[in-house]
């Protein structure tokens, strides 16, 4: 069976404070990509980055990065410098190739 | 705008009617997702078009949901007899179909049944 687990339901943080959810996603597949996607208050989900099982490097895109740890199957996003068009919705969605699995979400609300 | 756009953005209905919900795809995109989303959790798989063949469709789809894609462009997505546990938003998205490249989500048809 496959679970994904984002253990952060809320995260509040003021304005240019670095922001670092959680994901963990466990399964027997060693080989699947996982996406984060934004979900603003508009509604529309927006993807942010994307990353595979078999890479350990982190990565960073403009102001998102990645860090993963195969161990523990954890995935975490960091959003450096946060601002308040950050605050949304924050996905983490594995892929078994075609069919995205979200997690329940953290919310994430910048403060001015 | 060359998103994924969806319609309507919202309807409300009466329960035991029936409703028809429209997607337009990315039109390079073979690859086309229904999903659905209620109030405080994550989007639902609910079926997948690989141009015009429906290739899964999840347990969440009883026999009243139906979907098409005819010739492989936009998708309709009919829900028969409404019931109110069908109140949700419902997403369609499109990618590419290699399961590296991300999906594109329309905004949504936010469904209302009384």
């Known amino acids: 069976a496959q679970k994904v687990t984002q253990a952060q339901t809320e995260i509040s943080v003021v304005e240019k404070e670095d922001v670092t959810l959680d994901c963990v996603y466990e399964t027997r597949d060693t080989t699947y990509y996982l996406f984060w996607y934004k979900q603003p208050p508009s509604g529309e989900l927006v993807f942010l980055i994307r990353?595979?099982?078999?890479?350990?490097q982190n990565e960073i895109s403009g102001r998102y990065s990645w860090n993963f740890q195969k161990s523990t199957s954890s995935f975490n996003f960091t959003i450096t410098a946060s601002q308040v068009v950050d605050s949304a919705v924050y996905f983490c969605?594995?892929?078994?190739?075609?069919?995205?699995?979200f997690g329940a979400g953290t919310t994430v609300t910048v403060r001015a | 705008d060359t998103g994924v756009s969806q319609d309507p953005r919202h309807k409300i209905t009466k329960r035991g009617q029936n409703v028809t919900f429209r997607c337009d795809p990315i039109s390079e995109h073979n690859r086309l997702y229904w999903y659905r989303q209620t109030l405080g959790q994550g989007p639902e798989f609910l079926t997948y078009f690989q141009n015009e063949a429906q290739l899964e469709k999840s347990r969440l789809l009883s026999d009243r949901f139906s979907a098409e894609r005819p010739k492989g462009s936009f998708s309709t997505l009919e829900i028969q007899r409404t019931e109110q546990g069908d109140s949700a938003m419902y997403l369609c998205a499109s990618s590419l179909g290699i399961s590296r490249n991300e999906q594109f989500f329309g905004p949504g048809t936010r469904l209302t049944v009384l």
């Open positions: 969605a594995p892929s078994n190739d075609y069919k995205l699995s």
């Open positions: 990353r595979n099982s078999f890479d350990e």
